[in-house]
C-alpha cells in the first residue's frame, strides 16, 4: 500500500557532500512526521533527523550543523543534505514516515529499503 523509495547514496571523500531523498508513494492521506535513521555494521539503528509536516526539524547532536532534512509535501518526498561527511558517517542510511492511508490507518513504521553511504579516501 505504502512504499519509501531511497536514492542518492554513494562513496563520498571525507569533507565532501551526498544529498539523500526519500519519496513515498501509495494510498496516501496524510504524511506526519518524516524522518532519517542510520545504522553502521555491528551497531544499532540511530535517529539521524526528523521533521514534522509543519517543517519543524530534529537532530541527533553529532549531525547537528552538518547535516539538512527538509521535505517537500506535494511530493511526498524527504531529503537529507549532508555535508561535511566523516568517515564514521558511514552506514546504511534508512527512511521513515508516520503516513495517515486513505483507509483510515495510521502507522509510524513505514522504512524504505536503505541506501548505503560511505565516506572514504
Known amino acids: 500500500q505504502v512504499q519509501l523509495v531511497e536514492s542518492g547514496g554513494g562513496l563520498v571523500q571525507p569533507g565532501g557532500s551526498l544529498r539523500l531523498s526519500c519519496a513515498a508513494s501509495?494510498?496516501?492521506?496524510?504524511?506526519?512526521?518524516m524522518g532519517w535513521y542510520r545504522q553502521a555494521p555491528g551497531k544499532q539503528r540511530e535517529l539521524v533527523a526528523v521533521i514534522t509536516s509543519g517543517g519543524i526539524t530534529t537532530y541527533a547532536d553529532s549531525q547537528m550543523g552538518r547535516f539538512t532534512i527538509s521535505r517537500d509535501n506535494a511530493k511526498n518526498t524527504v531529503y537529507l543534505q549532508m555535508d561535511s561527511l566523516r568517515p564514521e558517517d558511514t552506514a546504511v542510511y534508512y527512511c521513515?514516515?508516520?503516513?495517515?492511508?486513505?483507509?483510515?490507518?495510521?502507522?509510524?513504521?513505514?522504512w524504505g529499503q536503505g541506501t548505503q553511504v560511505t565516506v572514504s579516501s
Open positions: 501509495g494510498s496516501i492521506r496524510t504524511i506526519y512526521d
Open positions: 521513515n514516515g508516520d503516513i495517515l492511508l486513505f483507509s483510515g490507518r495510521r502507522n509510524n513504521n513505514y
